[in-house]
T-cell receptor, first 114, second 113 residues
Framework: AQSVTQLDSQVPVFEEAPVELRCNYSSSVSVYLFWYVQYPNQGLQLLLKYLSGSTLVKGINGFEAEFNKSQTSFHLRKPSVHISDTAEYFCAVSESGGYQKVTFGTGTKLQVIP | KAGVTQTPRYLIKTRGQQVTLSCSPI?????VSWYQQTPGQGLQFLFEYFSETQRNKGNFPGRFSGRQFSNSRSEMNVSTLELGDSALYLC????????????FGQGTRLTVV
């Protein structure tokens, strides 16, 4: 069974500064990886996903993530954050192929400070 | 295109009661998954339905059940409610399965008193 660890429960960062949200996963098979964002009182929205191919994945709102198989990581980055990026971010993993269930991490709250 | 619709948005129930939550997926989506979200546990997978059949199941007790109708709408039922069932219940729909691309509803916030 797969699992996901988001090491930071909260990350404060000043506006226009870069940010990295960390995600590590565990799985005995090939995986698909995802990052979702949840704004207050909203459902989750897909930011980006890695299924195969290039290990650097670009998503919406200027976010990107890099799949590192040797370190079993999929960290999310943005070079310059905005107030509107304040939200909770979830990393998720599933086994590749077929229609597998998706396991989510416990989330990282990004607080952008003006 | 309408998004995923969950009803009701808020619900207050008493311990021991049962509750039914509803989810209408995006038109054309055949996969519907349910998650329980709590501050301490994050998102916990409940189950997934595809074309009216349960395809995947999480580790929840039998008090949690679901079903999917021929129009892909799904319901989730929780019987004999416990205080610990208080949570945000999220529904997600996708064309084929959650590990492709999923679209989430705004959730139903259930409070058990």
């Amino acid at each position: 069974a797969q699992s996901v660890t988001q090491l930071d429960s909260q990350v404060p960062v000043f506006e226009e500064a870069p940010v990295e949200l960390r995600c590590n996963y565990s799985s005995s098979v090939s995986v698909y990886l995802f990052w979702y964002v949840q704004y207050p009182n909203q459902g989750l929205q897909l930011l980006l996903k890695y299924l195969s191919g290039s290990t650097l994945v670009k998503g919406i709102n200027g976010f990107e993530a890099e799949f590192n198989k040797s370190q079993t990581s999929f960290h999310l980055r943005k070079p310059s954050v905005h107030i509107s990026d304040t939200a909770e971010y979830f990393c998720a993993v599933s086994e590749s192929g077929g229609y597998q269930k998706v396991t989510f991490g416990t989330g990282t709250k990004l607080q952008v400070i003006p | 295109k309408a998004g995923v619709t969950q009803t009701p948005r808020y619900l207050i129930k008493t311990r021991g009661q049962q509750v039914t939550l509803s989810c209408s997926p995006i038109s054309g989506h055949r996969s519907v998954s349910w998650y329980q979200q709590t501050p301490g546990q994050g998102l916990q997978f409940l189950f997934e339905y595809f074309s009216e059949t349960q395809r995947n199941k999480g580790n929840f007790p039998g008090r949690f059940s679901g079903r999917q109708f021929s129009n892909s709408r799904s319901e989730m039922n929780v019987s004999t409610l416990e205080l610990g069932d208080s949570a945000l219940y999220l529904c997600a729909s996708s064309l084929q399965g959650l590990n492709t691309e999923a679209f989430f509803g705004q959730g139903t916030r259930l409070t058990v008193v």
